[in-house]
Structure formats: structure tokens, C-alpha cells
């Protein structure tokens, strides 16, 4: 549904190739030649696999919070969500990346899903080079440490309104979440982790998950099929290496767009 898109990701991947490739000729000998391919050539694989794997789930478990179950205890959510692209965007077209800059409550529904359903409850394990004191605890040299970014994200003394409801408000204008970002500059929010070591598909991630929102958002109005109430509707989730729904979700779509639009979506 990214229409419009394609050439300018084209562009980019030969960009990021013809830097590789400099990279890789610049080398002083075979062997640091080989290792700077191995080093470099290997993570764009890694970026697209792991933001693949972030952005389904994701993009379902944010198109849940404004749409069908969800909407009806969070109907403020869904009409925000789509007078805004409403506004934004317009009826005669599809979302692209350009668009994301200016759709600000989008954004504010990603982090909030982000928040509340991280990618994953705890972050790739770290190991203390040195003894340490964190929070008044010791941390012994040689110790596996475990962030629970899932028990951050709802700590009361960073997210003091309402830590367990879904309020995308929070990162717009006076709320107590603006101006946090998920790109781990923020400790408050980690869901790709921070530092080297963060998630290197982050920004691939956050464009893809909230396009992908957008764009359910924009071109379908969704409800729940008949005989299934909002209360049927399970939020439960099964963690692995990416957090996905327990209970597959299952609604109806129906086009809110002019149908042309739809002719060369599958």
C-alpha cells in the first residue's frame, strides 16, 4: 500500500550499496577486505529481517487499539486517528512515507502501542564488564543483565497518567510523554534497546509500523464480525522473539476509499 514508494527505496539500497562497495574497496588488504564484507554486508540482511519481523505484529496490535473492539472503549483513538488522515492525506489516495512527518497522532498511536506492547518484554542480554551499583543494587563483573522493557514502559513514576491505559495523547502537546522518542534516547521507552546496541532496524521499524497503520486506518473502516462483542475481543500475547497476539483477530474490512484505489492492492 505504499504506493509511490518503490523507486525512492530503490535509490536508497543502491545508495547504501555503492557506500558498501567504497567501504569494501578501500581496504588495505584481502583479509581486512573479507572482514569488512562480512561486517557490513551482513547487517542490511539483518535490518530487513528483523524489522519484517517487528512490523506485523506491530502494525496489528496498533491497528487494534483505534479500530474494531478496541475503538469502542477507545473511540476518541480511532476519530483522531482518521479526521487526521482525513485531513492530511485526503480521500484520493494511499499514505506514503512523505505523509509520515505530518501525521503527528499516528506517530503518537505507534509509540503508545510500542509502550504498552514492546517488540519484545526484555531486551538482548548484557554483560557488566565491572562490578557496579544500579538502583542500589550490585551488579557483580561477569553478570547477565535483563532489561524489562515491558515493566519500564508501565512504571508509574515515568508514566505517571493512567500507565496501563491506551492514550496516545500522552506524546502530544502538554502531555507528560512528549518529546519522548523510541530510538533510545528516552530511558522511559526502550523498545529497540539503546546504545550500540540497539535494534539496527529501528528506523526502518518505526516508518514501516506506522505506515502500515496509516494506511489500515485510511483506506478500511473496521468492525467486529456479527455476534462478536467488543469484551470477546482477547488482548493476550504470546512473547518470543517478537511479541504477537495470542488470539488471532478476525474483522471485517470494508473500503472507505474511491475503489480504483484498490485495483493494484493485494
Known amino acids: 500500500m505504499l504506493a509511490g514508494d518503490g523507486g525512492e527505496l530503490e535509490q536508497g539500497a543502491r545508495r547504501l550499496g555503492q557506500v558498501f562497495l567504497r567501504l569494501i574497496g578501500g581496504a588495505n588488504d584481502p583479509a581486512s577486505a573479507a572482514a569488512v564484507k562480512h561486517a557490513l554486508l551482513g547487517h542490511p ?12 505484529p506491530l502494525v496489528l496490535l496498533g491497528r487494534l487499539q483505534v479500530e474494531p473492539g478496541a475503538r469502542v472503549h477507545h473511540a476518541t483513538v480511532g476519530a483522531a486517528a ?34 504498552l506492547h514492546p517488540v519484545g518484554p526484555l531486551l538482548v542480554p548484557h554483560h557488566a564488564r565491572e562490578d557496579t551499583v544500579v538502583a542500589g543494587y550490585d551488579v557483580p563483573a561477569g553478570a547477565r543483565v535483563l532489561v524489562n522493557v515491558w515493566a519500564i514502559a508501565r512504571d508509574p513514576a515515568s508514566w505517571p497518567d493512567a500507565p ?24 522511559e521507552l526502550l523498545p529497540f534497546g539503546a546504545g550500540r546496541r540497539m535494534c539496527p532496524a529501528y528506523g526502518l521499524a ?25 469484551e470477546d475481543v482477547s488482548m493476550e500475547e504470546h512473547f518470543g ?19 480504483h484505489l484498490y485495483a493494484g492492492v493485494e
Request: charged share 25%; proline share 7%.
Open 45 to 56: 540482511v539483518l535490518v530487513v529481517v528483523a524489522a519484517s519481523d517487528v512490523h506485523k
Open 82 to 115: 482518521t479526521d487526521e488522515l482525513d485531513r492530511v492525506v485526503g480521500a484520493t489516495r494511499w499514505v506514503t512515507e512523505r505523509d509520515l512527518p505530518d501525521l503527528p497522532y499516528i506517530d503518537a498511536v505507534v509509540k503508545e502501542t510500542l509502550r
Open 164 to 187: 496501563g491505559a491506551f492514550r496516545p495523547e500522552r506524546f502530544l502537546g502538554s502531555g507528560g510523554g512528549a518529546g519522548v522518542d523510541a530510538c533510545g534516547t528516552h530511558f
Open 206 to 230: 518505526m516508518k514501516l509500523v506506522a505506515a502500515g497503520v496509516a494506511n489500515l486506518v485510511h483506506g478500511f473502516a473496521w468492525r467486529l464480525p456479527e455476534g462478536v462483542a467488543p
Open 241 to 259: 522473539l517478537s511479541t504477537r497476539r495470542k488470539v488471532p483477530l478476525v474483522a471485517v474490512a470494508e473500503p472507505r476509499l474511491p475503489a
